[in-house]
Nanobody, 122 residues
Framework: VQLQASGGGLVQAGGSLRISCAAS????????IGWFRQAPGKEREFVAS????????RYIGSVKGRFAISRDSAENTVYLQMNSLKPEDTAVYYC????????????????WGQGTLVTVSS
């Protein structure tokens, strides 16, 4: 089971970026994929998640209306489209997986990707 996050980079405030999480070694049919982020000196926090089976999603309040999580079955990939980015969105973004039920809790996720750095300049 492997998750590989990619697509991070440097963007100006107000800009957009799409990051990807490609899964290999398993099919995602029964899984939830979550995006988390960790800023320097802060704890890792939940950002968004999607249930592969029914497409249901969940977001933290600070990204609602700006970020959108989606899935591509053919590519076995989950995307996080980030719009209207703010400097406070700067962090390493990680994707992670767990079975069946969406959770916002970091310990509830079993497999983690390596992270991709998103830097938003003011």
């Amino acid at each position: 089971v492997q998750l590989q996050a990619s697509g991070g980079g440097l963007v100006q405030a107000g800009g957009s970026l799409r990051i990807s999480c490609a899964a290999s070694g398993f099919t995602l049919d029964d899984y939830v994929i979550g995006w988390f982020r960790q800023a320097p000196g802060k704890e890792r926090e939940f950002v968004a998640s999607i249930s592969w089976s029914d497409g249901s999603t969940r977001y933290i309040g600070s990204v609602k209306g700006r970020f959108a999580i989606s899935r591509d079955s053919a590519e076995n990939t989950v995307y996080l489209q980030m719009n209207s980015l703010k400097p406070e969105d700067t962090a390493v973004y990680y994707c992670a997986s767990r079975l069946n039920v969406i959770s916002i809790s970091v310990p509830n996720y079993d497999y983690w990707g390596q992270g991709t750095l998103v830097t938003v300049s003011s």
